[in-house]
């Protein structure tokens, strides 16, 4: 992973702001993502969790829905930002999922991805970086 000294700071404001909205009675682990568009405005998730846990979703997932509501079909990801807290509000590993990195890159093939490392970094990945072989209908 790439260690920044800084994550974006417009982006972490609106994932912490989305993660203290979050839904998630069950894992009690709040996530927020902020995604900024090509266009330069953002777009905020949180994670919603359901008792039946495969109705769940992701906050990045949520982030990318309400860009495409806002912005519609030309809609293109620039940059995403994901934090993750505990019930005690500290910051805990979140590299997206496979299944958000997938849908991280139909919406942005270059896409900038910031996300606490397993040793409590701040890194920043490109999405072909975390998703090398992603698939695309092109
Ligand atoms: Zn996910």
Redesign the pocket.
């Known amino acids: 992973m790439a260690p920044i000294d800084t994550p974006d700071p417009e982006l972490l404001a609106a994932a912490r702001a989305a993660a203290a909205r979050a839904h998630a009675p069950y894992s009690r682990f709040h996530v927020g993502a902020a995604l900024r568009s090509a266009s330069g405005r953002v777009h905020a998730g949180c994670n919603v969790e359901n008792a039946a846990y495969p109705l769940t979703g ?1 906050a ?2 949520h982030a990318i829905a309400a860009g495409v509501l806002a912005e519609g079909a030309d809609f293109a990801i620039a940059d995403v930002l994901v934090v993750a807290l505990d019930p005690a509000g500290a910051l805990q590993p979140a590299p ?2 496979g ?2 990195r997938q849908q991280i890159l139909e919406h942005g093939r270059h896409a900038r991805v910031q996300f606490v490392d397993g040793d409590a970094r701040w890194c920043a990945e490109t999405i072909a970086t975390l998703l090398p072989f992603g698939f695309r209908l092109d």
Do not use: I, S
Request: charged share 30%.
């Open positions: 992701c990045e997932r997206p999922c299944g958000c």
